[in-house]
C-alpha cells in the first residue's frame, strides 16, 4: 500500500475554506484516494474517494493533478462542527486490501 | 438504509476475563473488518472477514480472534484480556463485489474498558 504523508495538524476560521492536501508519491495504477473524517470516540466517516481529476459531493471537493502524487482535499466554507482528524489512505478499491490508517490530520476550527 | 452497527457501544472488564464484540455491516455488503484504535498507536487493522472466512489478518496475538456468520454479521473476541487491550474497537463493512466497491464504511465502535 502507498504510503501517505500529510501535515499533522490545521488550524482555520469559521466560514473559510480549508485545503489539506496528501502527498502519496508511490501510488500505484490501480489505487484509489479516499478521504475520512473521524470524531473524538467515533468510527471514521468516509467523506470522498477519487481516483483522478477531480470529485466533489455534497460535502467536499477531492482534487488530483494528473501525476497523482498527491490530493487534496477541500472544504467549503468551514463551521466548528468541521473540527475533527482527516485521514488520506491509498490503495487498491477491491479486493482484500487492510486500510492503513496514518496520524491523519487534526483540523481545528476556530470561532 | 442503516449503516454499520456495533454492539455493545461500552463495556467494561477486569483482567483475565474475555470479551465478544457484535458487528451488523450494511444491508448486502459482504466483507467485514475490525480495528483497534488507541491513543498510543492509532487505528490498527484486527482481521477481516469475507463470506464467512477470514481473509486478511493484521498483527494481533491469537487472543483475538473473530468470526463471520453466513448473515455477513460479524463477531470479535478477545480473551484473557490484558490492561492494554482497553481500546476503542471498530467494526467496517463494505460491498466488495468488484472493482470500485470495496469503499469501507465504519461503526460507531465499542469503547472497551479493562480494569
Known amino acids: 500500500l502507498a504510503k501517505t504523508t500529510q501535515p499533522i495538524s490545521m488550524d482555520s476560521y469559521e466560514g473559510q475554506e480549508v485545503n489539506i492536501t496528501c502527498s502519496h508519491n508511490?501510488?500505484?495504477?490501480?489505487?484509489?484516494i479516499t478521504w475520512y473524517q473521524q470524531f473524538p470516540s467515533q468510527g471514521p466517516r468516509f467523506i470522498i474517494q477519487g481516483y483522478k481529476t477531480k470529485v466533489t459531493n455534497e460535502v467536499a471537493s477531492l482534487f488530483i493533478p494528473a501525476d497523482r502524487k498527491s490530493s487534496t482535499l477541500s472544504l467549503p466554507r468551514v463551521s466548528l462542527s468541521d473540527t475533527a482528524v482527516y485521514y488520506c489512505?491509498?490503495?487498491?478499491?477491491?479486493?482484500?486490501?487492510?486500510?492503513?490508517f496514518g496520524t491523519g490530520t487534526r483540523l481545528t476550527i476556530i470561532p | 438504509k442503516a449503516g454499520v452497527t456495533q454492539t455493545p457501544r461500552y463495556l467494561i472488564k477486569t483482567r483475565g476475563q474475555q470479551v465478544t464484540l457484535s458487528c451488523s455491516p450494511i444491508?448486502?455488503?459482504?466483507?467485514v473488518s475490525w480495528y483497534q484504535q488507541t491513543p498510543g498507536q492509532g487505528l490498527q487493522f484486527l482481521f477481516e472477514y469475507f463470506s464467512e472466512t477470514q481473509r486478511n489478518k493484521g498483527n494481533f496475538p491469537g487472543r483475538f480472534s473473530g468470526r463471520q456468520f453466513s448473515n455477513s454479521r460479524s463477531e470479535m473476541n478477545v480473551s484473557t484480556l490484558e490492561l492494554g487491550d482497553s481500546a476503542l474497537y471498530l467494526c467496517?463493512?463494505?460491498?466488495?463485489?468488484?472493482?470500485?466497491?470495496?469503499?469501507?464504511?465504519f461503526g460507531p465502535g465499542t469503547r472497551l474498558t479493562v480494569l
Open positions: 508511490n501510488i500505484a495504477t490501480n489505487d484509489y
Open positions: 467496517a463493512s463494505s460491498l466488495d463485489v468488484g472493482v470500485g466497491t470495496d469503499t469501507q464504511y
Open positions: 444491508s448486502g455488503h459482504r466483507s
Open positions: 489512505l491509498v490503495g487498491p478499491n477491491f479486493g482484500n486490501e487492510k486500510l492503513t
